[in-house]
């Protein structure tokens, strides 16, 4: 990286609103974002000089584009604010982040505001799933699912047990830990949730069927959210530490980034992976991207990881292409409590997409914020012991594009 990108502060909203319900509109959830963003950074509206958004389908559930106008709509301020719109479907969120921070290392801007954003609770099922179905290659795959999503990535589950085996009570395992750890999330949507006995397993009543090995436990939340994040650079970051009397080492940071993407046809990239030990070589290597631009050698000398969790079997792939695992023994490092909230390498303490929930654009940018809470020890309830150094991994479609951050504080990678 040419030059540290600092995190001055951020905010979500509560995932668990339905905005509709509330008569508010996407606009609404964008205002109290940015305002919330604002004002846990400690700065003023005009101290932003470029905004970018992360949305994917607003055109088509809040009939809305062109979001980067809502920046100046809010403040004054901020009527001439160069602004853009990124779309990488789950993905977005870190596409406007990597963008932000192209602008702050060519030196175009000092201090940029990322939001990503996404309304979806406000159409019945059938048709927000036909919304987000647009991530998928119209007209050559899942065309004849009721639910795209969940079809597709059954598609992976039964990859995975080709290749290498694969048992259902480690996906639920997943789901149950996540949701366990949004139980501590004042944020999450299902905080507030109960769950019988036996629903985290292959129980048809308590735990249905939604496509193949895909059961509901499996499946990330349809949400209404936002999340902002102020970042800056270094000659920014360095007056803003004199200012508030901070230390600049103390103020979170994104250490190391990986972007990569992939054909947009599921079937061609598993294709391409057939002779490889893993099923998309190109996530692993944005995650490799990631740790080596930070410096950091080996993911064990990370303090846990942000993932997405889309469906359980999203995040069981996720385990074994960071390397926390050898290829296809994800399922070690869940029996072995790993990945619990303490365990040697937490994944997912806010209750990921599968508890905290998932406003597809959105999630990119909360996985960093929430990050950068870990490493700031400012993450409540969720707080990993002595976290200092945390890792995000971020998918857009099926894993068509692939993005993560390492965020860190101190001097050291």
Request: one cysteine or more; glycine letters at 12%; proline letters at 4%.
């Amino acid at each position: 990286m040419s030059q540290p990108i600092y995190i001055l502060g951020g905010a979500q909203t509560d995932f668990a609103r339905n905005w509709a319900r509330e008569d508010l509109e996407i606009y609404d959830m964008f205002a109290e974002a940015l305002r919330s963003g604002i004002k846990n950074a400690g700065i003023e509206p005009c101290d932003i000089e470029v905004g970018h958004v992360g949305n994917f389908v607003g055109d088509l559930f809040a009939g809305q584009g062109l979001i980067g106008g809502f920046f100046g709509q809010l403040y004054p301020e901020l009527a001439s604010l160069p602004t853009s719109r990124h779309e990488a479907a789950c993905a977005s969120g870190s596409i406007a982040i990597l963008s932000a921070m192209r602008d702050i290392e060519a030196g175009h801007y000092n201090v940029a505001c990322v939001l990503g954003l996404e309304l979806m609770r406000n159409v019945n099922g059938q048709t927000g799933a036909a919304y987000l179905g647009a991530a998928r290659w119209i007209g050559h795959e899942a065309d004849n699912a009721d639910f795209p999503w969940p079809h597709m990535f059954d598609r992976i589950t039964k990859e995975y047990d080709k290749r290498y085996g694969i048992n259902s009570d480690h996906l639920n395992a997943i789901a149950e830990i996540n949701f366990y750890n949004a139980k501590q999330n004042p944020y999450a949507q299902t905080r507030g949730w109960n769950f019988p006995e036996g629903c985290f397993s292959d129980n048809d009543t308590l735990n249905p069927v939604i496509d193949g090995a895909v059961r509901k436990m499996d499946c990330g939340q349809i949400t209404d959210g936002a999340a902002c994040i102020i970042l800056a650079g270094q000659s920014a970051a360095k007056d803003y530490a004199a200012r508030k009397g901070l230390a600049l080492a103390d103020i979170p940071r994104i250490k190391g980034w990986g972007h990569h993407s992939a054909p947009i046809l599921l079937e061609t990239k598993l294709q391409l992976s057939a002779d490889q030990p893993l099923l998309f070589p190109h996530a692993k290597a944005t995650l490799d991207d990631a740790r080596r631009r930070a410096g950091v050698m080996a993911l064990t000398d990370l303090d846990g990881m942000e993932t997405h969790d889309c469906f359980s079997v999203t995040e069981y792939m996720a385990i074994d292409h960071s390397g926390l695992t050898a290829p296809g023994e994800s399922w070690k490092a869940i029996e072995e409590g790993r990945i619990a909230k303490d365990g040697n390498f937490p994944i997912n303490a806010s209750g990921g997409l599968i508890g905290l929930g998932h406003p597809v654009g959105a999630t990119g940018v909360r996985m960093v914020l929430d990050c950068a809470n870990q490493v700031s020890g400012k993450a409540g309830d969720c707080q990993i012991a002595d976290a200092e150094n945390m890792i995000t991994f971020n998918v857009g479609g099926s894993t068509t594009t692939c993005a993560s951050f390492v965020v860190g504080v101190g001097s050291k990678a």
